[in-house]
């Protein structure tokens, strides 16, 4: 965790914790910065006063205004008084307290008539850090939906998958920020359990040491936050899905037009595009709120992250579509909190590997070079002054469909564990030499889906889970 969310985090349980007292002084030895402005942009570690005080950005910001979105998972930090003047406007109430243990169930439908500035809905103790195997299995549950695969109850995923995402947490509107999430009913799904059931089933896979989040998105679910009060609607009922189902964390799976880039966006370290920097604050936010515990995958496709080499949105490189390489600077700005990233290495076109060499879906090249890009880092668009900085390999993996019904690009079990082989040990490489070397952290495997894999004798899970084992 970043040194100021870690100030964040403190000043405002602080603030919640105790009453607050502030002494009357003459003059303060602190200055006040330059006065906040509507209309200015401030990035993280900005500071700027207001009312007498000062307060520090976390992350990009414009148009909020401090003494208001500075309570414990708001933008901004209340630094306190600065130039003499008595601190008018502390931006926690003295009252405020905060619960030592998690809060009663809330409905994934949680007050949506409420302040966009306010804090989320709910409190909640942090999500117990534990740690995944050194080789993870990955792999989505349809719990909300049916499909050809059938239905898979919880209580039936077999316990060698590490991660479970549960397909999938989806907005009211395309706006909104409101995510909902519920068992798939009934009458579409025979077989399904009681919500009893699933909340009991996800209790003992956690109590086993299993990870289960929900994701968020997919390809039906188009999230654009486009605006701070869907950030913050975000952020709050997704925070009441997480306590009401007692989850790990949250999957990133935003796809189609979730996430494009502005015209004239063109440093993914500085993102100005609202649905972008907007996507990063809700996240920080909820890291916040949950503790180092807390788990985040993304499943992005690879025309938004590896595509990011060629293209960059609508930039002056030659960029195409503002989609091209939109992950890359969400993926960036929360990489010090980013537990897995497994980029889906299915339903792609041709892209080109950082041998400059187009690579296609089928085999274990497309697998190796589309995932060393994500550990040794690339020029984005070509420039060479912009380079994306790689990931530890402890955060990758790659993801590949469980059979030929899950998705386009299925590369049978011996050329995934080529590809897994080559990016560990630097052997059995074929036709591609990679740049990053050999990682013996590298985090392991994910597919779509868990069901598919069911539907298809389990031969993903039967294949890979003792391959993993055997990595050491």
């Known amino acids: 965790m970043r040194r100021s969310l870690i100030l964040a985090v403190a000043a405002g349980l602080a603030a919640a914790c105790s ?6 002084t003459a003059s303060a030895a602190v200055a006040c910065a330059p006065a906040w402005s509507a209309g200015a942009v401030y990035v993280k570690d900005s500071v700027a006063s207001k009312g007498g005080n000062n307060y520090t950005a976390k992350w990009w910001t414009q148009g909020e205004d401090p003494a208001v979105k500075s309570g414990q998972w708001d933008v901004w930090v209340n630094n306190g008084a600065c130039g003499g003047v008595v601190n008018p406007s502390p931006s926690v109430s003295a009252s405020t307290s905060v619960s030592p243990s998690t809060s009663p169930s809330v409905s994934p439908s949680a007050s949506p008539s409420r302040s966009s500035s306010a804090s989320p809905s709910t409190s909640t103790t942090p999500i117990p850090v534990g740690g995944l195997p050194k080789h993870a299995l990955i792999g989505y549950l349809h719990a909300s939906f049916a499909n050809g695969s059938g239905y898979l109850r919880m209580a039936d995923v077999p316990a060698d998958w590490d991660i479970i995402n549960l397909a999938f947490g989806e907005p009211t509107s395309a706006t909104s920020g409101d995510i909902r999430f519920s068992l798939c009913p009934a009458t579409e799904c025979p077989g399904v359990e009681s919500e009893a059931e699933f909340l009991a089933a996800i209790k003992a896979k956690r109590a086993a040491g299993k990870k289960v989040l929900l994701s968020i998105g997919g390809a039906n679910g188009q999230v654009q936050l486009t605006t701070t009060a869907a950030r913050d609607t975000f952020v709050r009922s997704v925070s009441a899905i997480i306590d009401k189902y007692g989850l790990d964390g949250v999957d ?8 494009s880039l502005n015209t004239g966006d063109t440093d993914f370290r500085n993102p100005t595009t609202p649905v972008i920097v907007n996507l990063i604050s809700a996240v920080k936010s909820l890291k916040a709120r949950y503790g180092a515990g807390f788990v985040l995958t993304m499943a992005p496709e690879t025309f938004f992250v590896q595509l990011g080499y060629q293209y960059y949105g609508s930039g002056p490189w030659g960029g195409q579509d503002p989609r ?39 085999g274990a090249d497309f697998h190796i070079a589309m995932t060393d890009m994500l550990l040794a880092g690339f020029p984005v668009a070509g420039n060479t002054a912009n380079i994306f900085p790689g990931l530890r390999e402890d955060q990758i993996a790659f993801g590949a469909p469980s059979s030929v019904s899950a998705g386009n690009g299925y590369v049978a079990p011996p050329g995934v564990q080529q590809a897994v082989t080559c990016l560990v040990k630097g052997t059995s490489c074929g036709g591609y030499t990679p740049r990053s070397g050999t990682n013996p952290s590298f985090r392991g495997l994910m597919t779509w889906s868990i069901n598919w ?9 039967n294949s890979h889970e003792p391959f993993l084992n055997a990595l050491g």
């Open 453 to 461: 894999d069911k539907f298809y004798g389990w031969e993903f899970r």
């Open 252 to 259: 990133i799976d935003f796809e189609g037009h979730s996430l």
């Open 19 to 24: 009453t607050v007292y502030v002494a009357t």
């Open 324 to 362: 091209a390489g939109s992950y890359l600077p969400v993926i960036h700005a929360l990489r010090d909190d980013i537990t897995v990233l497994h980029v889906q290495d299915y339903n792609s076109g041709s892209i080109m590997g950082l041998d400059n060499q187009y690579h296609s879906m089928g």
